[in-house]
């Protein structure tokens, strides 16, 4: 198998498995199995919501930190 037929399955075997999840529904998923609902406060599915939204707006995510530590 030639890397460019490699390529080309690899592509479709993506678009098989469907969009990936939203990291923050995954992050928000794991915090409530450890925090008890009495414990959540008001702002609580708003805060999340927001952070779910966030990532799901158009654009490319970098991990790289683009500031100077000390400008904060």
Do not use: C, F
């Amino acid at each position: 198998m030639t890397d460019e037929e490699a390529l080309s399955i690899r592509l479709i075997l993506d678009r098989l498995r469907g969009p990936r999840p939203n990291i923050m529904a995954q992050a928000r998923a794991m915090v409530e199995r450890h925090v008890p609902l009495e414990r959540r406060g008001p702002g609580w599915d708003r805060h999340w919501r927001e952070l779910e939204a966030y990532l799901d707006l158009p654009g490319q995510w970098s991990a790289k930190d683009d500031h100077d530590p000390d400008d904060l």
